[in-house]
Nanobody
Framework: QVQLVESGGGLVQAGGSLRLSCVAS????????MGWYRQAPGKARELVAI???????NEADSVKGRFTISRDNAKNTVYLQMNSLKPEDTAVYYC?????????WGRGTLVTVSS
């Protein structure tokens, strides 16, 4: 069964840091690009960062220089290190394999940044 489990969210003050983790089943992780997405209340889900199977990364302009995506292929895990958090980063964060269809979503992990 294809499965994605996100963790690491929580409540943090502005300027703080969090590290999110996503464990994926092997069938969806191996050899595929993985991405972190977020959805704030009342807004559409957006791509935050993506990493190829070979480790090439790209981040949205809104988080560039603050967020870093990485992966551990031995653990089928993708990470999102979030630094210098801002209140506008508050959202539910999801991981997914964007090029695998149909796209599978986990339950997400909530990040709340207080001002």
């Amino acid at each position: 069964q294809v499965q994605l489990v996100e963790s690491g969210g929580g409540l943090v003050q502005a300027g703080g840091s969090l590290r999110l983790s996503c464990v994926a089943s092997g069938s969806i992780f191996s050899g595929n690009a993985m991405g972190w997405y977020r959805q704030a209340p009342g807004k559409a889900r957006e791509l935050v960062a993506i990493i190829t199977s070979g480790g090439v990364t790209n981040e949205a302009d809104s988080v560039k220089g603050r967020f870093t995506i990485s992966r551990d292929n031995a653990k089928n895990t993708v990470y999102l290190q979030m630094n210098s958090l801002k209140p506008e980063d508050t959202a539910v964060y999801y991981c997914a394999a964007p090029l695998v269809t149909p796209i599978v979503w986990g339950r997400g992990t909530l990040v709340t940044v207080s001002s």
